[in-house]
T-cell receptor, first 111, second 115 residues
Framework: QQQVKQSPQSLIVQKGGISIINCAYE??????FPWYQQFPGKGPALLIA?????SEKKEGRFTISFNKSAKQFSLHIMDSQPGDSATYFC??????????FGTGTRLKVLA | EAQVTQNPRYLITVTGKKLTVTCSQN?????MSWYRQDPGLGLRQIYY???????DKGDVPEGYKVSRKEKRNFPLILESPSPNQTSLYFC??????????????FGQGTRLTVV
């Protein structure tokens, strides 16, 4: 019930394409769903986050889609750029409870 | 500058030799936590703390200890390191808002090798 399942494990996208990463969770008590971006040699950094009272949140080229009934959320990167090549982690948290992270998706955007 | 600082960045040690990885944040955050990152396994939480003197186990606490005597510091202690604790470790902190957890700020990471 505490897991967050992330897919795919790796993703290769052409420049200008759309990158889509999916996550699924079991615990309906989760109330905060962030996505983190990590570049090699760096710690993860928050990219975008959503709470379950909305179904979509957009920030620039990055969009989170949230499906509460399916217990799934996804990250869409529009117009993907080589600079977006990184590892992406979804996560879920409940109140002041611990964060649960997905296993990560390594994205490579080809120039 | 708001930041989470871990030290050391790199550490090679021998089995059984006690070590401490320090973590300090300057954002007055209540919530701090330690993660280990291993290939294919993502980030797994070791311990977390919701405030001074309040700590709790994460998913992989075996072989680790923590303490939270001051709000800004959250050291990770390996009393008797073993090779299976070779990993990349991250400390993180976040503010606890009125709706619970918020953005986590991560340190630069500590790459630990136990031989």
């Amino acid at each position: 019930q505490q897991q967050v399942k992330q897919s795919p494990q790796s993703l290769i996208v052409q420049k200008g394409g759309i990158s889509i990463i999916n996550c699924a969770y079991e615990n309906t008590a989760f109330d905060y769903f962030p996505w983190y971006q990590q570049f090699p040699g760096k710690g993860p950094a928050l990219l975008i986050a959503i709470r379950p009272d909305v179904s979509e949140k957009k920030e620039g080229r990055f969009t989170i889609s949230f499906n509460k009934s399916a217990k799934q959320f996804s990250l869409h990167i529009m117009d993907s750029q080589p600079g977006d090549s990184a590892t992406y982690f979804c996560a879920a948290s409940r109140g002041t409870y611990k964060y649960i992270f997905g296993t990560g998706t390594r994205l490579k955007v080809l120039a | 500058e708001a930041q989470v600082t871990q030290n050391p960045r790199y550490l090679i040690t021998v089995t059984g030799k006690k070590l401490t990885v320090t973590c300090s944040q300057n954002m007055n955050h209540e919530y701090m936590s330690w993660y280990r990152q291993d290939p294919g396994l993502g980030l797994r939480q070791i311990y977390y703390s919701m405030n001074v003197e309040v700590t709790d186990k994460g998913d992989v606490p075996e072989g680790y200890k923590v303490s939270r005597k001051e709000k800004r510091n959250f050291p990770l202690i390996l009393e008797s390191p073993s090779p299976n604790q070779t990993s990349l470790y991250f400390c993180a902190s976040s503010q606890l808002g009125n709706r619970g957890n918020t953005e986590a700020f991560f340190g630069q990471g500590t790459r630990l090798t136990v031989v």
